[in-house]
């Protein structure tokens, strides 16, 4: 299934990219999804270390994903 | 957008004067301002600016989130929250939070809560600039 992934913060600059197309195993969760990212990217942190958002919206580590979903990276925030 | 909520997320100057306005109801005996300032400093460390970024669809959607939140939480009237993204100086504003109700103490309260959500829930980050360097503020729980 084709999955968008969305980096922000830190994140951009440790991936050096702002947004990746993948192709990955039918119902992959995020907690599966980040082992996938962690193998791309040298220095991927620690899936504690962020909060996981799907079509916008912040999911928990056991989410199922689904084709075409845009999946975001959300280091800690440090908005206001 | 309900009529007594302002979102606003933008690159251009906050304004203090269209948050106050956009809440100001014949109801209400008063409003509460959070003006949200670039200090500085941090850690003793002289900051020479602040560049913010977001998840702007999603940001927006959270900020939503917090307004109604708030007035579901607290005997308000209206609510403003205004975030600024982009480059910012020291002194600049970078958010702005305008409550308005019929007695002050749910105002005081209402814009706390609504303050302290921001900082927990909304995807908006800030680097850091320094004289000999740049660090994403948090970015290591």
Redesign the interface.
């Known amino acids: 299934m084709h999955i968008k992934t969305?980096f922000?913060?830190?994140l951009k600059?440790i991936t050096n990219s702002n947004s990746l197309e993948l192709e990955i195993d039918k119902d992959n969760n995020i907690e599966q999804f980040v082992i996938v990212l962690q193998e791309k990217f040298k220095g991927f942190p620690n899936i504690d270390?962020f909060t996981v958002?799907v079509n916008?919206?912040?999911v928990e580590k056991d989410f199922v994903l689904k084709d075409n979903d845009i999946v975001?990276i959300?280091?800690?925030?440090?908005?206001? | 957008m309900k009529e007594n909520i302002s979102i606003i997320l933008t690159s251009k100057k906050l304004d203090l004067t269209t948050c106050n306005d956009f809440v100001q109801d014949n109801s209400c005996g008063g409003i509460a301002l959070f003006v949200?300032t670039v200090r500085n400093h941090t850690k003793g460390k002289e900051v020479k600016r602040l560049d913010?970024?977001?998840?702007e669809?999603?940001?927006i959607?959270e900020m939503y989130k917090i307004a109604e939140q708030t007035i579901e939480k607290f005997d308000i009237s209206k609510i403003a929250i205004h975030?600024a993204v982009g480059n910012l100086h020291i002194g600049d504003v970078?958010?702005i939070i305008a409550v308005s109700s019929a007695h002050r103490g749910a105002a005081f309260e209402a814009c706390h809560f609504a303050?302290d959500t921001?900082?927990?829930?909304?995807?908006?980050?800030?680097?850091e600039h320094f004289e000999d360097g740049e660090v994403?503020?948090?970015?290591?729980?």
């Open positions: 969305l922000f913060g830190i600059d270390t958002a916008e919206e912040y975001a959300i280091p800690p925030v440090s908005g206001g | 949200g913010f970024s977001a998840y669809p999603m940001a959607k975030h970078p958010v303050i921001l900082k927990e829930t909304v995807p908006i980050w800030k680097k994403w503020v948090n970015s290591h729980p």
